[in-house]
């Protein structure tokens, strides 16, 4: 196939990357489960790999895809999102910057920021990304990057990729987009004006609750340099077998997302209806106050589902009394999860300008028959 043409989506996701082995045609990577590697002589590398911090040929097959599904020019793997996240900030700050976060960012974000990064020096500014006035006038001469979540986690809050690129152009800061809510298969950043994609490839690229990883891409080869040059100095990669998982789950990201999408609308709708229910939160939904910058910036809407219930016993009750909603952090597996974001994955933002509200439940809506799902909900509301 002539490669200079531009190929689909759902081709990238399962070849990108990924040539048949050239020794034995395996269509498949192979996991290249080895920390070192034969020289041809002192400093006669085969192929470029002398060490798998440095470089692992099943890693490099997953960085290569995730630069191709994103439409950047470097992909980086890690051992989780939050270690890539830390790598990013290590070459982007030093003491005495600053970053604009999301005033509802993901709870490890945001204790990354105010726990570990604090300390060394590096201040942040919590901002409703939505408000673009709030954004600028929070902007300093030592802001070196805007930092997105959209949608947000747990809130499903949208931000305007587009038009917080233009702000960032403006001031000089980088654009850092964490899009693993949406995954490149509903929404491309970079080619909105992002200068950075993060990922928890935990979650939908994975896709199917078995490996935690972390990824960057970048738009930028020469900020690509410097991220791959701290990805090796700091260490914190993918293993061979979490790299070969996470493309084994890419394969499959397009008709996943597509399931995930049309099981979310079909809960957010009945949810909506559901009396037992105060508000759902759903950037599909037309009254969402995203939900214009969503239909302008998104494929579709995602698989995660928030709703607020009368009370905080009354949030807590659900998610203990679905049986197919499995109650447990995470999300964008394949099976759908229910959780009380308060007590669990956001209880270290409690006490902080990011607390989420105490009647909150979030779902990551799986990919199981869909009626099977809206009878658990109904069940479990009572
Ligand atoms: C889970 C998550 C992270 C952190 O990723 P880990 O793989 O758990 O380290 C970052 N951002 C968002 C939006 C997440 O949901």
Known sequence: MDKDVQQGFETLAIHAGQEPD??????????????????????????????????????????????????????????????????????????????????????????????????????????????????????????KAIWVETPTNPLLGVADIEALAAVARDTGALLVVDNTFASPYLQRPLD???????????????????????????????????????????????????????????????VRMDRHCANAVAVADMLTRHPAVRTVLYPGLPDHPGHEVAVKQMRAFGGMVSFRMASEEAAVRVCERTELFTLGESLGGVESLIEHPGRMTHASAAGSPLEVPADLVRLSVGIENVEDLLADLRSALG
């Open 192 to 254: 909105l004006g992002a200068h950075v994609v993060v990922h928890s490839t935990t979650k939908y690229l994975g896709g199917h609750s078995d490996v935690v990883g972390g990824a960057l891409v970048t738009s930028d080869a020469e900020l690509g340099e410097r991220l791959a040059f701290h990805q090796n100095a700091m260490g914190a990669v993918a293993g061979p077998f979490d790299a070969w998982l996470t493309l084994r789950g890419i394969k499959t990201l397009g």
């Open 22 to 143: 050239p020794t034995t045609g395996a269509v498949v990577p192979p996991i290249y489960q080895v920390s070192t590697y034969k020289q041809d002589g002192v400093g006669g590398l085969r192929g470029g790999y002398e060490y798998s911090r440095s470089a692992n040929p099943t890693r490099t097959a997953l960085e290569e895809c995730l630069a191709a599904l994103e439409g950047g020019v470097r992909g980086l793997a890690f051992a989780s999102g939050l270690a890539a996240e830390d790598a990013l900030l290590r070459t982007l700050c030093v003491p005495g910057d600053h970053i604009i976060v999301p005033n509802d960012a993901y709870g490890g974000t945001y204790r990354l920021f105010a726990k570990v990064y604090e300390r060394w020096g590096v201040a942040y500014d919590p901002v409703p990304l939505g408000d673009l006035d709030a954004v600028r006038a929070a902007v300093r001469p030592d802001t």
